[in-house]
Each structure stands twice: as structure tokens, then as C-alpha cells.
């Protein structure tokens, strides 16, 4: 039904004043009616009810029970019951649960009323000539329209009881009218003028109420076809990655919301486990070249929807996707960007589709921790369109993780800092290629470096939680010990998921502050974090529960730091020979491969001290110090060292520690 007719059919009354309208359609209490293009939608009236109810709670969330008791007061009836209503609904509306654009399941819980609705009275523009009534009289017209108070239809007469009255009345009234046009296109014409001297203006006038903590979900492949399953997690990832920029959100990492793939998602629990109170879910559905996603902006708080939208596009136009829901999220949330940042997140420059999409798959790849295959992944999007700098600073990110975790060493360090810096010669304030080669930088020995990074980073966000952590890391090298702790504890109040994560606060340890250290690991049986239990539980003399900790870990995944623990336990059990058989196994691997993090081989070191391997220990010591772990107020002081002090090299080492971190200290703490 065209505008103009449904016009009509209200100016006739036809259609009540408290009426709703929602796309195509108008519900109408009064008339118990919904009306689709002009033609009446059959519906019972128990599912007109149903559907009022949520027409008035629009983006609310309503629970079962709460529909249950609404629709039937005084009767028992079965949850199928409800299912059955809101099956009607959908039907009517010509949606499908698994297409959702009115209604969403909100799983174990209710539904949502998603839908944009409107009340008639805001609908109703000011009528055109053509469909006013044929009377051209005053009291013919509506008084509630505009066009009440035109002055150029035939005036009637005036009535017999006022025939000197009505007459001057009209005079003044038409004066006052004049006044006021006059008034009104003064202010106009003010107005434009400051638009045109300030222009952007008034797109600023928004602002940010409160910060908001949003966690960005991967979209759910509504037909579970697996070969697009990748779109899901990377198509979220590019998102946070957009949104990384904008200091007014603080925004969960990729990482945090890696586990709710393909999940039937409970937005209060998730939300709860996430520490947000914004969440962004979506579906996505690919037929072929083409690729339907929809998605909705909600605050859990107030169980309120922000916004939704649906994007269909080409297959070949991925890129797209973070740009509009970016868009559309700053929109909704009402955030005000500083020039800064509104010309960081402009759309990106056109990328070939087909390295899109080897970049979104490497992307996949990356977040299971898969990556050799990443590698593959992001090095063809790479070979593609040499010119994205996202996909190098991820194939970065890949090969630094290959070099580390598989032991894959120097080769791979040199890969990754390649593929960094030409990220950052493409783009040079790319948050993502800045913080990884910052944590490069500092795991293979050159702080120095890292710092100018990583405080440029904050200054294009400040609050930018893995900003803060780097830096922290960075500052824990070098000695800054109180500085770490604090850069530290700082990303951790704008993410508090940096420590559910996995992040440990080792600032704490290396301050002799060994129980605010077991205090602040995150509650998680994973190997890295049970092999820091155990270490703080060593320093702290309670043996028997390190001993299994450190046991446990190395039992779960047989990796660098756990192959210490596990010598540390060998120590608690008297296992010696053991302890310096697995050491040594470690420190060559170490050599060979040209694996960074001098802070693990700083960990060697002590190993070794405790098992009274003085020599091994004190060899370990200098490479770990020569290699960029400098943090000269916890060597001097680290109990665990404390055999070693009389040996004949070890004042020699304290003092290239001392003299480095000095230097440190005055350049960048002046």
C-alpha cells in the first residue's frame, strides 16, 4: 500500500491514532487489525494479543513466564502453547526463526521484539492539498494540522452573535501569524548560515553518556554449511579491530569471545563471563555468491536493543561488512569520535576479494591457534594484494607465534618483523602491527624500541587495554617494577578479561609481593597458568602443592615454561639428575632455534641455581641479561639467585643489568 493511500485511509479514520507501525506494517489496537500494504492480515485473537505485547515491548527482552502470564492469567497451559503463538506471529510477518527480522529467540530464556517500531501520530506528515477534504472552510480542517492555520482559503461569514468581533479576531490573528513566519525564517536563515561557516557541526551533537564495555560475538552460520564456518569468528575479529580505535569503548579482545562460536548464546551469562554491558550478536547466511547478516546491538543492563541491522551484499564484498556494522555501532551507541579517530576508521581502501578472503581464513586460523596453517593462509593473501596491512601484521602475529610456541625460532622472528614493518609502511598507526611488534621487539631483547611503540599506540587510544599490558611487559624487562604493576593493573580495570585470559602479573612476583601474585592469577587449570601457581606457591615455601602444580602443568602440554616447572619439581622430589636433564634439553632448544623471551631463560637460570648447578646457572644468566632481561631491582634481590652471588661472574652480570637499566630509566623516565 503506497504512502498516500494509507494517508488517506487515516485522514478518513480508518486507522486509530495509537495505532503502531513497523515496516510494511500498521497494527492497530483499537481496530484489532494488521494491515500489510493496504490488506488485512488474518490472525487469531489470541496471537493480535501476542503480538501487541510485543509491538509495546519492543527491544525488551520478554521472558516466557512473562508471556505465559500475560496471554493466559487465569489458565495453565503447556510453553508450547507460546511456541505456537509466536510461530503465527512470524508466519504473518513472513519471517522464520532461523531469518529473524521481527522476533528473536533469546535462548532458554524469552524472545525479543526486534522490529523499529513507531507510533501512527509520528508517522502522519502534513497531508498534501490532494488528499485534503474537499470543505475549503476553516472548521472544516483538522486544527491539529498546519494547514489549520492557512490564511488564503474564502473566510465565512461572521456568526449573528459577534458580527463586529470575528472580523478583527482574524485580523489579529493573521498578523500574529506574519510575526511569527517572519520570526521562524530569520532563525532559518541564521541557521544556515552557521551550518555553512561550521559544517560537520551539528553531526557532533551526540555524546557518549557513559563508556561503554561492548564484547563483539562471532556471528552464527545459521546453516552449519563447515566451509564458511571461518566467516563467523573473522568477520567479528575485523569488527573489534575497526572499533579498537574509538576511545569512548573499551572493546574484548578477539580472543575473549573466541570460545562462543556457533553457540546458542544466554546474553546475561555471557555478558556476566564477558564483564560487558553491551553485547553485539549476528547470524550470517551464504547462498552461493551471495551473503545475508544480520545482526543486533543490545544493553544487557536494561535488557534494552540499541540497534539491528541486516546487510545483504556479494560474497565479493566482505570488506563492507566492518565498516557498516562499525558504523552503525557508533551510531547506536551515540558516540562522539574526535577527528582522530573518525579519520582512522574511514572505510578501508578497496582490497582484492579473493586476498579478503585468504586473510579472513588466516584470521580463523589464527584464533584456534593454528599456525602454520594461518601462515599459509595469510601468506597467499599477501602474495594476492601485497598492499593490505592488516593481513601482514597478522602473517606477523602467525609467524611470531609459530617461532614461539613451536619452537620454530629465528627464522620465524625475522618473518614476523618483515611483515610488521611493511604493515606499518602501509598503514603506520595500525594498532595490531604496532602491539605485535612491540612484543616482538621486547621478547628478543630490544625494549628499547618497543616503548616508542607501544606509547604511541596510547596515544592514539589511551585506553587501550593491550596497549597498557605491552607496556607493562616492556617496563617489567627493564626493571620498572611499581611502573609495570601499575600499567598493568591498569589494563586490567579497562579489561578485566586481560586476566581471565591467561595474562599473568608477574610485576607482583619480581616485587617479593608473592601472595598478591597468587592472588591475582586468573581462576583457570590451563597449563602456563598452573606452572605460575606453582612458582608462586615455590617462593612461598609451600612445596607439596608447587610440586603438583608444576607436575600437572608439564602432564597437560610439555612446553618451555611447564619443562621448568617440572624441573623445579624434580628439585622438591630430589630428583636432580632428572631436573638437569630436562633443563639442559630446554637450554639447547633455546640456542639451536634461536627462541626469544630472555625472561624464560631467565627462569632456566634459577632452575639450574636451585638444582646447584652454579655453572649452568650462571651461563644461563648472562645469556638471559645479554638477551634483553635487564630487570636489574629483582636480579639483585631474587632469592632464587642467592647461591650464585659469591660465584665470580655474577657481579659482572648485576652490573651490565645495573648499567642498562639505568639507562632505560633515563630515557624514558626523565
Known amino acids: 500500500m503506497s504512502t498516500a493511500s494509507q494517508l488517506r485511509q487515516a485522514w478518513d479514520g480508518k486507522i486509530s491514532p495509537s495505532a503502531y507501525v513497523f515496516g510494511p506494517f500498521v497494527l492497530d489496537p483499537l481496530q484489532h487489525t494488521l494491515i500489510k500494504d493496504g ?7 489470541k496471537t493480535f494479543d501476542a503480538m501487541l505485547l510485543f509491538v509495546r515491548n519492543s527491544g525488551r527482552m520478554l521472558l516466557k513466564e512473562e508471556l505465559m502470564k500475560s496471554l493466559w492469567p487465569d489458565s495453565f497451559v503447556e510453553e508450547s502453547n507460546l511456541t505456537q503463538q509466536v510461530s503465527m506471529i512470524r508466519r504473518a510477518l513472513g519471517e522464520s526463526a532461523s531469518d529473524p527480522h521481527y522476533i528473536v529467540t533469546v535462548s532458554g530464556r524469552g524472545y525479543r521484539f526486534i522490529g523499529d517500531v ?24 483538522d486544527r491539529s494540522s498546519p494547514a489549520s492555520h492557512r490564511t488564503d482559503y474564502p473566510q465565512s461569514s461572521p456568526t449573528p452573535q459577534s458580527p463586529a468581533v470575528a472580523p478583527s479576531r482574524a485580523r489579529q490573528s493573521h498578523e500574529t501569524i506574519l510575526r511569527v513566519a517572519v520570526v521562524v525564517l530569520l532563525a532559518a536563515a541564521v541557521l544556515l548560515v552557521v551550518r555553512s561557516l561550521y559544517p560537520g557541526h551539528s553531526q557532533r551533537v551526540t555524546r557518549t553518556v557513559s563508556p561503554r564495555s561492548l564484547a563483539i560475538l562471532p556471528l552464527r552460520n545459521l546453516r552449519q554449511t563447515p566451509e564458511d564456518d571461518f566467516l563467523g569468528f573473522s568477520l567479528a575479529d575485523a569488527i573489534i579491530t575497526k572499533l579498537d580505535y574509538v576511545s569512548a569503548l573499551t572493546i574484548r579482545p578477539s580472543t575473549a569471545v573466541e570460545k562462543y562460536r556457533n553457540q546458542e548464546i544466554d546474553l546475561q551469562k555471557v555478558a556476566a563471563d564477558l564483564n560487558v554491558d553491551t553485547l553485539l550478536t549476528g ?186 599490558w605491552e607496556i607493562g611487559y616492556a617496563y617489567r624487562f627493564a626493571g620498572m617494577l611499581d611502573e609495570s604493576v601499575a600499567e598493568c593493573e591498569r589494563a586490567r580495570q579497562l579489561d578485566p578479561l586481560v586476566k581471565a585470559n591467561g595474562s599473568v602479573l608477574n610485576g607482583y612476583l619480581y616485587l617479593g609481593q608473592y601472595r598478591k601474585f597468587l592472588e591475582s592469577l586468573p581462576v583457570d587449570d590451563s597449563s602456563f597458568i598452573l606452572f605460575y601457581r606453582g612458582f608462586g606457591e615455590f617462593h612461598e615455601k609451600q612445596f607439596a602443592q608447587a610440586a603438583r602444580d608444576f607436575d600437572r602443568a608439564y602432564e597437560l602440554d610439555p612446553t618451555l615454561y611447564t619443562g621448568i616447572g617440572k624441573a623445579l619439581s624434580d628439585s622438591i622430589h630430589g630428583r636432580k639428575a632428572e631436573g638437569l636433564d630436562l633443563l639442559r634439553v630446554l637450554e639447547s632448544k633455546i640456542r639451536e632455534r634461536g627462541v626469544g623471551d630472555p625472561e624464560a631463560t631467565y627462569k632456566i637460570a634459577q632452575a639450574y641455581a636451585v638444582l646447584g648447578e652454579k655453572i649452568s646457572a650462571m651461563r644461563a644468566l648472562r645469556m638471559s641479561v645479554e638477551s634483553g632481561f635487564f630487570s636489574y631491582p629483582y636480579l639483585s634481590k631474587d632469592p632464587l639467585l642467592n647461591d650464585l652471588r659469591r660465584e665470580p661472574d655474577f657481579n659482572q652480570t648485576l652490573n651490565t643489568a645495573r648499567q642498562r637499566h639505568e639507562a632505560f630509566k633515563s630515557a624514558f623516565f626523565k
Open 283 to 468: 547470524s550470517f547466511i551464504r547462498d552461493r555468491d551471495k551473503l545475508r547478516i544480520t545482526y543486533q546491538l543490545v544493553d544487557v543492563k536494561s535488557d534494552r536493543l540499541l540497534g539491528k541491522g541486516r546487510l545483504d551484499l556479494k560474497y565479493d564484498d566482505l570488506l563492507s561488512v566492518q565498516d557498516n556494522v562499525a558504523e552503525q555501532v557508533i551510531k547506536n551507541l551515540q558516540v562522539s569520535l574526535s577527528p582522530s579517530e573518525a579519520e582512522r576508521i574511514k572505510a578501508d581502501a578497496p582490497v582484492n576479494p579473493l586476498a579478503y578472503e585468504y586473510y579472513l581464513r588466516g584470521i580463523d586460523l589464527h584464533g584456534q591457534h593454528k599456525f602454520p596453517l594461518a601462515i599459509k593462509m595469510l601468506e597467499k593473501s599477501t602474495e594476492i594484494d601485497p598492499n593490505y596491512a592488516p593481513a601482514w601484521a597478522y602473517l606477523g602475529a602467525s609467524y611470531t607465534s609459530d617461532a614461539a610456541f613451536e619452537l620454530a625460532g629465528r627464522e620465524q622472528y625475522r618473518r614476523a618483523q618483515g611483515a610488521y614493518e611493511r604493515a606499518l609502511a602501509i598503514r603506520p598507526d595500525l594498532l595490531d602491527a604496532q602491539i605485535f611488534l612491540a612484543n616482538l621487539l621486547v621478547d628478543t631483547g630490544r625494549v628499547e624500541q618497543a616503548v616508542p611503540l607501544l606509547r604511541d599506540a596510547l596515544k592514539t587510544n589511551s585506553n587501550y587495554a593491550a596497549a597498557h
Open 118 to 141: 513507531r507510533s501512527w501520530v509520528e508517522e502522519k506528515p502534513v497531508p498534501p492539498s490532494s488528499l485534503l477534504p474537499s470543505c475549503p472552510a476553516p472548521e472544516c480542517l
Open 39 to 45: 490488506q488485512p492480515v488474518a490472525l487469531t485473537p
